[in-house]
């Protein structure tokens, strides 16, 4: 209750609490027109000096290293690294892939126009016969086939090319099989 008559009426140093100090009353001194007052001279500055130092030196002393806020903001950057690592790794997995499937993509297509060019060269016929002839020794009508058998080159038609010193084929059977012997004896 003393609180609540305090302020609603009573005498002004009723409701203050008292230090033991007499209160300092600043008395106004009169400024010369012209000369501008400094901070120096203004009641109520101290003057730099000792003391200034000193609560610099204690202010220094008395910070510490990491404060609150700093923690915090060190926290919260730490949670934000962790809630986007996972993220950007898949994101830099992905690019990975995509450009493995670009490669892919790239080698397919030109895999496909390849075999487009083969499939029109096999379409035409001069092609297809010169495969004939090279790869299956096929011979037209009228053209002379020459073979290389043993080191020695022999002319004929392809069904009647025997290599040279060959035998005649054996008569009977047995014969063939006797000569089949002696030829895997050696």
Request: glycine share 10%; charged share 25%; proline share 5%.
């Amino acid at each position: 209750m003393s609180s609540v008559r305090s302020r609603r009426g009573g005498s002004p140093t009723e409701g203050r609490r008292t230090t033991g100090r007499v209160p300092r009353v600043h008395s106004t001194r009169p400024v010369r027109t012209g000369v501008r007052s400094t901070a120096a001279s203004r009641p109520g500055r101290r003057s730099s000096g000792r003391a200034s130092v000193r609560s610099a030196s204690a202010a220094a002393r008395r910070r510490p290293l990491f404060t609150g806020r700093a923690v915090l903001l060190g926290a919260l950057v730490l949670l934000l690294a962790l809630t986007l690592a996972g993220p950007l790794r898949q994101f830099l997995a992905g690019r990975a892939e995509l450009v493995q499937l670009a490669a892919d993509g790239r080698e397919m297509d030109q895999r496909t126009q390849d075999l487009e060019q083969q499939l029109a060269r096999q379409a035409d016929p001069a092609y297809a016969e010169r495969q004939a002839r090279e790869r299956l020794t096929y011979v037209l009508p009228g053209d002379r086939l020459v073979v290389v058998v043993n080191g020695e080159t022999v002319e004929g038609d392809a069904g009647t090319v025997t290599p040279k010193g060959a035998d005649r084929r054996p008569s009977s059977w047995y014969a063939g099989l006797m000569q089949s012997l002696s030829v895997a004896d050696g």
